[in-house]
Nanobody, 126 residues
Framework: QVQLEESGGGLVQAGGSLRLSCAAS???????MGWFRRAPGKEREFVAA????????YYADSVKGRFTISGDNAKNTVYLQMNSLKPEDTAVYYC????????????????????WGQGTQVTVSS
């Protein structure tokens, strides 16, 4: 059973940066990891993903060029570096993990991930 624990959320001014961390236990390094978010009154949406090999990265258009997903295999931890934050980035951010190893691009963007963390709040003030 994979367990995920997010940290690093908080309050930041527009234009600022935050780095979210997701520590995984029980996870094989070949299992892809990702981040989703849910803003108040909105649907959950894909943010970024890291393939099981750690080579492939995927980003939502809304964060491309501002957010970077990366992993530290030694710590079994995935990070989401968020720069140039905007008020519309305000949301609860969830770390996710897939049960398998190989997935298509569309499967990364789908919310059908197998494991989810509890979420961490990110608030960007204008």
């Amino acid at each position: 059973q994979v367990q995920l624990e997010e940290s690093g959320g908080g309050l930041v001014q527009a234009g600022g940066s935050l780095r979210l961390s997701c520590a995984a236990s029980g996870r094989s390094l070949s299992q892809p990891m990702g981040w989703f978010r849910r803003a108040p009154g909105k649907e959950r949406e894909f943010v970024a993903a890291l393939s099981g090999s750690g080579v492939g990265t995927y980003y939502a258009d809304s964060v491309k060029g501002r957010f970077t997903i990366s992993g530290d295999n030694a710590k079994n931890t995935v990070y989401l570096q968020m720069n140039s934050l905007k008020p519309e980035d305000t949301a609860v951010y969830y770390c996710t993990c897939k049960i398998g190893r190989y997935y298509s691009r569309s499967e990364y963007f789908s919310p059908d991930w197998d494991y989810w963390g509890q979420g961490t709040q990110v608030t960007v003030s204008s």
